[in-house]
T-cell receptor, first 111, second 113 residues
Framework: KNQVEQSPQSLIILEGKNCTLQCNYTVSPFSNLRWYKQDTGRGPVSLTIMTFSENTKSNGRYTATLDADTKQSSLHITASQLSDSASYICVVSDFNNDMRFGAGTRLTVKP | DTAVSQTPKYLVTQMGNDKSIKCEQNLGHDTMYWYKQDSKKFLKIMFSYNNKELIINETVPNRFSPKSPDKAHLNLHINSLELGDSAVYFC????????????FGPGTRLLVL
């Protein structure tokens, strides 16, 4: 079983709507959690990085939350745009900097 | 200017061949990485390299070897290519090995026939 589970696997929303992607992890001892956006055919782009002491971080219309007690994170996208269509990947690292990747959520924003 | 660049973008080769993928970063970063993304889009780290210290993911076959001629370059050499090596390989860099933003290259699509 993967130590980082993302849900849903895929999501389709209408332009302008909000959505929330989930990431649950069992990685321990926890160091940091990252969210990446990966457009089709391109490399991942970092959206946020959060450490144990941070419970929310924003990057424009993207807001990530972290609950280190329940080992859950979410990525909220506000007022979605067509360019938000991409895969969103959650990555959790332990104190040894070993990174565990989620399988990603494939988001499609339709006009 | 491209921050992290990789060449070639596409690589098609026969099983058993030896090939190299080049990576260069112009960000002045100390740490570079190689990742493999399989057909199911699962990303997996292969190597990280910092100040001549190489950290290898234990699952990576020893047919794969990174070579760093200088701080700005981390090339990936693959010997005796196998069908299962077909994937997209991403190079990335960060300021240090710690909790830093990693910047990814555009990827090299390798197909082994």
């Amino acid at each position: 079983k993967n130590q980082v589970e993302q849900s849903p696997q895929s999501l389709i929303i209408l332009e302008g709507k909000n959505c929330t992607l989930q990431c649950n992890y069992t990685v321990s001892p926890f160091s940091n959690l990252r969210w990446y956006k990966q457009d089709t055919g391109r490399g991942p782009v970092s959206l946020t990085i959060m450490t144990f002491s941070e419970n929310t971080k924003s990057n424009g219309r993207y807001t990530a939350t972290l609950d280190a007690d329940t080992k859950q994170s979410s990525l909220h996208i506000t007022a979605s745009q067509l360019s938000d269509s991409a895969s969103y990947i959650c990555v959790v690292s332990d104190f040894n900097n070993d990174m565990r990747f989620g399988a990603g959520t494939r988001l499609t924003v339709k006009p | 200017d491209t921050a992290v660049s990789q060449t070639p973008k596409y690589l098609v080769t026969q099983m058993g061949n030896d090939k190299s993928i080049k990576c260069e970063q112009n960000l002045g970063h100390d740490t570079m990485y190689w990742y493999k993304q399989d057909s199911k889009k699962f990303l997996k780290i292969m190597f990280s390299y910092n100040n001549k210290e190489l950290i290898i993911n234990e699952t990576v076959p020893n047919r794969f070897s990174p070579k760093s001629p200088d701080k700005a370059h981390l090339n990936l050499h693959i010997n005796s290519l196998e069908l299962g090596d077909s994937a997209v390989y991403f190079c990335a860099s960060s300021h240090t090995r710690g909790v830093e933003t990693q910047y990814f290259g555009p990827g090299t699509r390798l197909l082994v026939l």
